[in-house]
């Protein structure tokens, strides 16, 4: 245990630059790149979960009391989802695509060939740390990358858990974890990698980006926000309610970047919503929810702090109409609904990430489009119930997000056809499918030609002919073509 302690307290800059080495060596020599290394990794991390499942529970149980079905469902089952479509598409997706070209370059062919970056880093998050820590890396596998990971040291479970199975399952001398805080993250963000890709929070987002730009790294951002729900009246509310529920409580109670931030709804339709959250509310998590084991606690005790500063603050905490009950000793809090939460309280201002759902209260349902633009940040996720035509499509065209969903809440996540990413301060670039695929890849545009039909065209002396010519070809008009081959000038 000692040398353990030993080996993690003396991991600094030159051992983070000695790492980078050897996996640079590693890719250099073509051993991620080829098929074959990249099927066998892939199979490698389905069989590590086909056989340490219970462990893997285990530790998300014991970072954040983490209930079986989410483990199980939504890091496990989903993890494993991306690595059988990798399977199943990669040899696809590794191909070059054929491009067209033009008669600029007749005769010539064109492809876009998908090539590996080359040694990339994935800082990954706490709520969900086994999908979000591989799921990024699945990616960087299917497209040839050599890899470090570094695990949320707020989950330490799962990170030692991490650790262990990615050493003892994939190839060493291409993919590596390095566990640690702030000053192993600290030694790794000062060497150049191809590309970075970070989970968490804006403000690291920040450190992550400014350290990249040193080296010209680019990275891939995912972040969170305030992400809203909008709840339209003539709906069916039972379900509307549950939905939401399951996309907040039931999704790592509230710690997860796409779970409902807040809820709009019009002033007369609120009672009514309220009434069914609280009826949904004691039907999935009892009378007292403080001992359900199918809610999630608090990561830490300064989460906790901080989502009590929130309900603490004078102008909220008479606004909470459901639940608040807390229990530091456990660091469980209850699901908590609150109505008509001024919006320049505290828990209007950040990002919630917990189990505390403010409602905002508007005269129509039409002005939430303004409560939401006016923030002025754009959020991960946005949300819409309703039944009406026009309002859908109103709010796709005016609301700008990471992603849409309407009449469900996180759900569009498990859909690998979908790019699944930030804009603005929610975040950079996309993943999941494909897309993390092209995430870890660069486009590379190769143009082929032959030796044949070479022209003076290019070459000087340069007449007014060339001039022409070359100007109706780049247009790519035929008739432009005939008049300059003819001599004519534009009518």
Not at 246 to 254: F, L, R, T, V, Y
Not at 382 to 387: D, G, I, P, Q, V
């Amino acid at each position: 245990m000692g040398s353990e302690v030993e080996r993690k307290a003396i991991f600094d800059k030159e051992s983070a630059k000695e790492l980078v080495k050897e996996l640079r060596a590693s890719f250099v020599a073509g051993k991620t790149k080829s098929y074959e290394w990249r099927r066998t990794q892939l199979n490698s991390m389905l069989r590590m979960m086909e056989e340490n499942e219970p462990q893997i529970v285990a530790a998300l149980r014991d970072d954040l009391s983490k209930p079986e079905l989410e483990s199980s469902i939504y890091e496990i089952a989903m993890l494993k989802n991306s690595c059988r479509l990798a399977l199943k598409e990669m040899k696809h997706w590794m191909k070059p695509e054929k491009a067209k070209t033009s008669l600029t370059t007749f005769p010539s062919s064109a492809e876009i060939v998908s090539e590996p970056l080359g040694v990339v880093l994935v800082i990954s998050a706490w709520n969900y740390p086994f999908l979000l820590s591989l799921d990024p890396v699945v990616g960087a596998i299917a497209a040839g990358n050599a890899i470090v990971l570094k695990p949320s040291e707020i989950a330490p479970a799962m990170s030692s858990l991490l650790a262990k199975l990615v050493a003892d399952y994939l190839d060493s001398s291409c993919i590596k974890v390095v566990e640690g805080a702030v000053p192993e993250t600290s030694a790794l963000l000062e060497q150049k990698w191809d590309k970075i890709f970070y989970t968490g929070n804006g403000r690291i987002a920040r450190i992550v980006m400014a350290a990249a730009a040193k080296h010209l790294t680019p990275v891939v951002l995912e972040l969170g926000g305030k992400s809203p729900a909008i709840v339209d009246s003539g709906i069916n509310l039972q379900v509307a309610t549950r939905r939401i529920i399951a996309g907040k409580w039931g999704c790592n109670n509230g710690q997860a970047c796409i779970s409902p931030d807040y809820i709009i709804t019009e002033k007369n339709y609120a009672q009514k919503l309220v009434d069914s959250f609280k009826c949904e509310l004691e039907r999935f998590y009892g009378k007292n929810p403080l001992e359900s084991k199918d809610l999630s606690r608090i990561v830490n005790s300064n989460h906790f702090a901080r989502l009590s500063k929130l309900l603490d603050e004078d102008k909220v905490s008479s606004k909470i109409v459901h639940g608040g009950e807390r229990d530091k000793t456990n660091l469980k809090i209850a699901p908590t609904i609150l109505l008509d939460v001024p919006q320049d309280s505290l828990i209007m201002n950040e990002e919630i990430f917990g189990p505390l759902l403010p409602i905002i209260l508007i005269d129509k349902v039409e002005d939430s489009f303004d409560v939401i633009n006016s923030s002025g940040t754009k959020p991960l996720a946005a949300y819409l119930f309703t039944n009406d035509k026009k309002l859908k499509e109103k709010f796709v065209a005016t609301v700008s997000a990471g992603g849409l969903v309407v009449n469900d809440t996180t759900v569009h996540l498990a859909e690998h056809t979908l790019p699944f990413g930030g804009v603005g301060d929610s975040g950079m670039g996309a993943y999941h499918g494909k897309f993390s695929f092209d995430a870890f890849s660069h486009k590379k545009a190769v143009l082929y030609r032959g030796f044949a039909g070479d022209s003076s065209l290019r070459y000087p002396p340069y007449t007014r002919g060339k001039i022409r010519l070359l100007q109706a070809l780049l247009g790519g008009s035929i008739l432009g073509i005939i008049r300059a081959l003819l001599g004519w000038s534009k009518a």
